[in-house]
């Protein structure tokens, strides 16, 4: 039932106000400006019907008051008065009332009015939240993630930032189908809520990749405790739905405000650490502030020491980046290999637009983004190379331009995810290696 909060001083107005109004809404009546303001600070109702003409603080006053506080300045009001002058009701528009009731008050547009501005509210609220939230799952999008994370910031409140993956997803959707994948995503996202108290954020940025900001935490062993419960929670609802038993979870974490004071800078903190997980085996957390090749903060269990010995871990890191020489030994040795066998294979070619005499640490910051996005995008068979200090080079077997195309996007789009808060833009090309014309080299 939707809540309405009367602000009148007449108590013969309330006593009638309510009567009308009771069957279909909660109602609370106050006699003042002040007693409305005291019980905002308790409860945010769904409407305000506030009288203009009261002692020491009117209605315009009290909806100044309303308007200037970002938490109740969203609340619709409705003015209550026995003033019937244009002016009047021009100037409490203007403040921000929604609507204008005369009073004595009639009862069926009274209703009409409350329910007309009530309907509309809820309508816009829907739309704004629909817009705010990852379509798949519900959980919440980048966009309002990043605002709400840069707000915490603001308010100097300490956080913690888990980046998260789902380790060898692409197993699932090869092998299970799409619909499958999105039920894995959906499952992942109910684990996150679990694992989330009412204040936290909880987002999906995109694909297998998610993100939990536990507000107002800066203990590493309460960090440490939520990341080893979502790891624990994932491995056992795999095993419940019998899926293939690579499928794990990935965590790197950054905090506030040790690791970092924007939501950009804690990003890609947490995504460094998340890139260690991966690097040394998956199914583990780590924070950024960990020495790099320090002990990890949670030992590999004995069922991962198997799956490593018996093959079933997916030790990928990407695309194999190796030196200009190097680069030029295997371009020549692949290129013998598709004329002889008459494979497909393209070269790849991601440039940073820089303009004249473009600020060098920049151009390396975008660069090391660049690198990490195609160690996550690429596969293991992939070879690259950092061609120039604003190109990266890339040899990809068995691929046409299609799949080629395919790539660069997934490429592009982490790059854009993981890139300095000032990073370059970033543009491709693609060709083919034409074999035909490399026998006998």
């Known amino acids: 039932m939707k809540h309405i909060l009367i602000v009148d001083d007449s108590k013969t107005n309330l006593v009638m106000a309510r009567q009308e109004l009771k069957e279909d809404y909660e109602v609370t009546p106050v006699i003042s400006g002040e007693q409305a303001i005291h019980f905002l600070e308790k409860r945010i109702p769904d409407l305000i019907l506030l009288d203009i003409a009261m002692p020491i603080m009117d209605g315009k006053e009290t909806l100044k008051k309303i308007k200037s506080n970002p938490e109740w300045s969203n609340i619709p009001v409705i003015f209550l008065t026995s003033d019937e002058s244009p002016e009047t009701e021009a100037e409490c528009l203007r403040l921000g009332a929604e609507d204008y009731i005369r009073k004595p008050f009639v009862s069926k547009v009274m209703k009409s009015r409350i329910e007309r501005v009530i309907s509309m509210h809820s309508t816009a609220k829907n739309m704004i939240d629909q817009a705010s939230r990852d379509a798949l799952t519900g959980l919440y999008n980048r966009k309002n993630t990043e605002e709400m994370i840069e707000k915490v910031i603001e308010e100097n409140t300490p956080g913690m930032m888990f980046m998260i993956d789902l380790d060898n997803f692409k197993t699932i959707n090869d092998n299970m189908g799409h619909a499958e994948g999105d039920r894995v995503i959906r499952m992942f996202a109910d684990i996150l ?126 695309v194999y980046n190796v030196m200009y020489d190097e680069f030029r030994f295997i371009f020549n040795f692949i290129s013998r290999y598709a004329a002889r066998n008459k494979r497909p294979v393209q070269l790849m070619l991601f440039t940073l637009q820089c303009e004249p005499g473009e600020n060098k640490d920049r151009v390396i910051r975008s660069m090391d983004a660049l690198e990490s996005a195609a160690a996550v995008c690429l596969r293991m068979v992939d070879v690259g190379n950092r061609f120039s200090d604003k190109q990266y080079v890339v040899i990809l077997l068995d691929a046409d331009r299609e799949n080629a195309k395919q790539v660069a996007m997934r490429v592009i789009s982490k790059y854009e995810i993981i890139k300095p808060a000032d990073g370059l833009r970033l543009q491709y090309e693609t060709c083919p290696l034409h074999v035909k014309d490399l026998q006998g080299v």
Do not use: W
């Open 193 to 318: 809520r679990q694992h989330a108290r009412n204040n936290d954020i909880v987002c999906r940025l995109g694909g297998d990749e998610f993100i939990l900001f536990l507000v107002g935490v800066n203990d590493r062993k309460i960090a440490a405790d939520r990341a080893k419960s979502v790891l624990n929670a994932m491995k056992d609802k795999i095993a419940e739905l019998d899926y293939p038993n690579n499928c794990s979870v990935s965590v790197g974490i950054a905090i506030y405000p040790q690791d970092g004071d924007s939501f950009q800078t804690l990003y890609n903190h947490a995504d460094k650490a998340l890139y260690l997980v991966k690097k040394n085996g998956k199914n583990a957390y780590r924070f950024y502030s960990d020495e790099e090749d320090g002990d990890e903060i949670l030992p590999s269990s004995l069922a991962n020491i198997c799956y490593l010995i018996e093959g079933r871990q997916d030790f990928s890191e990407g």
